[in-house]
């Protein structure tokens, strides 16, 4: 894979997600964990996705029991993040983020970005419009905190 366009994932509900429907948009990538101590970060990024969706930001998570903190199955995630976060930014099926298992999407991430392994749950990664990863924040780095990083991002055509 050359470019973050050319990956696929699959939402909750089983469809495929293509990427490459993203062309142009400022994306914000997170491996996310419904039982992690940081699950209330969900309350952040939907305010940024709500706040900045008409200009382009998306927000998608891939929640991820690597670190054994995600929900039973699927469709438990999903409610739970509805119920308890307001959660309407996209979603996957759950991923590995981490060794041979690895998405591939998180594979490409953790090598463009110069970073090594995925941490903990909620690594964010922030790509520009033009697909190249702008940065990549840590597990404990709260949303609000890189907004103006987003808005930057945003105004880039």
């Given at each position: 894979?050359?470019?973050?366009?050319?990956?696929?994932?699959?939402?909750?509900?089983?469809?495929?997600?293509?990427?490459?429907?993203?062309?142009?948009?400022?994306?914000?990538?997170?491996n996310t964990a419904s039982n992690c101590g940081l699950a209330p970060q969900f309350n952040g990024l939907e305010e940024l996705y709500q706040k900045y969706q008409a200009e382009g930001l998306v927000v998608l998570g891939l929640p991820s029991n690597q670190f054994h903190q995600e929900k039973a199955d699927d469709e438990t995630t999903h409610d739970y993040c509805q119920r308890?976060?307001?959660?309407?930014?996209?979603?996957?099926?759950?991923?590995?983020?981490?060794?041979d298992a690895a998405d591939p999407l998180f594979t490409y991430l953790k090598t463009t970005a110069g970073h090594g392994r995925i941490k903990w749950?909620?690594?964010?990664?922030?790509?520009?419009?033009?697909?190249?990863?702008?940065?990549?924040?840590?597990?404990?780095?709260?949303?609000?905190?890189?907004?103006?990083?987003?808005?930057?991002?945003l105004a880039d055509r």
């Open positions: 894979m050359t470019s973050i366009y050319d990956f696929k994932e699959t939402e909750m509900s089983g469809a495929t997600l293509d990427l490459n429907q993203y062309r142009g948009k400022v994306l914000l990538v997170v308890h976060y307001g959660v309407t930014f996209p979603m996957t099926k759950r991923v590995m983020v981490n060794g749950n909620f690594t964010k990664f922030l790509i520009g419009r033009d697909g190249r990863v702008l940065d990549r924040f840590a597990p404990v780095t709260k949303p609000a905190t890189f907004e103006a990083a987003i808005r930057d991002a």
